[in-house]
């Protein structure tokens, strides 16, 4: 079991600071009582999910909507909340200039601005001490013929090799890419072929991120993750669920087979070694229920899916696919998923000085409450949109 309980206590799960701001969809953003208004209450929500989870010792950030005067001293701050500072997320899907397109844009003066936002980002990583940029590209177009397909997937080479020779020896620049939303025909990053072929060119610090909830119905998100880890390039993901587009949903809420499936395959490929250089992040929107506890529930359905994948007997699945044994092999894969992993997890827990129950300690640590009584005017945080 020690193999099990090793890999789960450096299991280390990025949170989305945008998680704990207001979100919602184009129809409405119900607006949540205690919500943070600037990024070092953010921080510290996060910090509330790793006191009691054990497993989230990292925040990553979003810019402009964490822009803020001094990053080294908010990265001061988060190491006194007892976490780090993590990725920086790129925006450049939200201003006017960019409604044909921000890196891929027909305007040469767009471009510049486009690629200049994604400089910044890198300088806000050296003061941050961030070792990620991730870069997703809400670029696309809607009708055929809008713009000229292989002209844009030159504009976007062009854009990332500048920022690609800006990163330090240390930093890498993690594509995400996305089949459709907001461009409805074609979006000039669509697939996890289209990242990789980019990062190929790019160089061994540009690797690819993948959205779980960024594909189309049906794909077989696992196949996708053993290809590029056994490429080397898988760089992270961005976990959430869905039930049909880019739903944002906790993940393993609407899916957690596919969940177990796809870390299976991270195990399978070495990706859950002590080492890994995989990013594990959440990407999510809590848009009606309460977001702490959201990111703690998402926290614990990694950690049960994590350990589901890691009680997999892979000798006997070895021996049940050597012997083409359909049926065994199959069997032998369910049997995990179908272990009640919560005990071990508990257990793990209480090993590691924490409450078994995470939720029920955060919902007692009257947190909840204090918020909402210190957060009072202000503006609270959203997506600025
Ligand atoms: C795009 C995306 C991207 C982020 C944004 C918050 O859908 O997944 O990762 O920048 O959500
Ligand atoms: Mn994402």
Request: charged share 25%; proline share 5%.
């Amino acid at each position: 079991m020690s193999r099990v309980t090793d890999v789960l206590n450096s299991q280390h799960i990025e949170l989305p600071s945008w998680a704990f701001a207001n979100s919602g969809t184009r129809f409405k953003v119900f607006p949540q009582a205690g919500v943070p208004r600037d990024p070092y209450e953010k921080v510290a929500d996060a910090a509330q999910v790793h006191k009691y989870t054990g497993a989230a010792p990292t925040v990553a950030l979003h810019i402009p909507w964490d822009k803020t005067d001094d990053y080294a001293d908010l990265a001061r701050y988060a190491e006194d909340q007892g976490v780090t500072l993590g990725t920086i997320n790129s925006n450049v899907f939200q201003d006017n200039d960019y409604m044909l397109g921000s890196v891929t844009n027909p305007s040469a003066a767009i471009r510049r601005k486009a690629t200049d936002h994604l400089l910044e980002c890198v300088d806000i990583m050296d003061r941050t001490g961030s070792r990620d940029l991730k870069l997703w590209f809400s670029d696309g177009i809607n009708y055929p013929g809008q713009d000229d397909l292989r002209a844009r997937q030159d504009r976007l080479a062009e854009a990332l090799a500048e920022v690609y020779a800006r990163l330090g020896d240390h930093q890498r620049m993690l594509l995400e890419y996305k089949l459709f939303e907001p461009a409805f025909y074609a979006t000039d990053v669509p697939d996890w072929g289209t990242a990789y072929a980019h990062t190929l060119t790019l160089g061994e610090r540009a690797v690819v991120c993948v959205d779980t909830g960024h594909h189309a119905p049906g794909t077989n998100i696992e196949m996708i993750v053993a290809v590029l880890l056994r490429a080397g390039k898988l760089g992270a993901f961005d976990f959430n669920s869905r039930f049909y587009a880019d739903d944002d949903l906790m993940v393993g809420a609407a899916d957690p087979f596919q969940l177990f499936r796809i870390l299976f395959e991270v195990l399978r490929g070495g990706g859950l070694a002590p080492d890994t250089e995989i990013a594990f992040m959440l990407d999510q929107c809590h848009n009606i229920e309460p977001k702490i506890p959201g990111q703690i529930r998402s926290v614990m359905n990694v950690q049960e899916a994590t350990a589901k994948a890691l009680l997999v007997d892979r000798d006997a699945l070895a021996a049940a696919q050597e012997d083409g044994d359909v049926l065994g092999a199959n069997a032998v894969f369910m049997d995990a998923y179908n272990t009640d992993v919560r005990p071990l997890l508990a257990e793990l827990r209480e090993a590691n000085g924490l409450d078994p129950d995470p939720m029920a300690a955060y919902r007692r640590s009257g947190y909840a409450e204090q918020i909402v009584k210190d957060r009072v005017g202000g503006t609270q945080a959203g997506w600025g949109a």
